[in-house]
Nanobody, 117 residues
């Protein structure tokens, strides 16, 4: 059983910061990929950042230099974070945590991020 639960979304002013968290239950194995996607109404879900085997990271061009994805494993508790700085109104979206494990894709329920003055 794999579940992903996001938290940390909210309303923030342009230029502000948020740190999203995703608590992952279930084992994450070497070779799995975990990351963050986002979606706005009427648009496809898009990759924001992911963390791959060996620790390599991948970021959308629109967030490079502003967002950072990290992973923490503490007593079998897995958490993936997305630190978002210098937020812009165009970052407004529902953010989803995603785990790809042996060909299966698991999603969280999403957390709303709104960047507005």
């Amino acid at each position: 059983q794999v579940t992903l639960v996001e938290s940390g979304g909210g309303l923030v002013q342009p230029g502000g910061s948020l740190n999203l968290s995703c608590a992952v239950s279930g084992t994450i194995f070497r070779g799995n990929t975990i990351g963050w996607y986002r979606q706005t109404p009427g648009k496809q879900r898009e990759l924001v950042a992911d963390l791959r085997s060996g620790g390599s990271t991948n970021y959308a061009n629109s967030v490079k230099g502003r967002f950072t994805i990290t992973f923490s494993r503490d007593n079998a508790k897995n958490t993936v974070y997305l630190q978002m700085n210098s937020l812009k109104p165009e970052d407004t979206a529902v953010y989803y945590c995603c785990l790809v494990r042996f060909g299966n894709t698991y999603w969280g329920q999403g957390t709303q991020v709104t960047v507005s003055s």
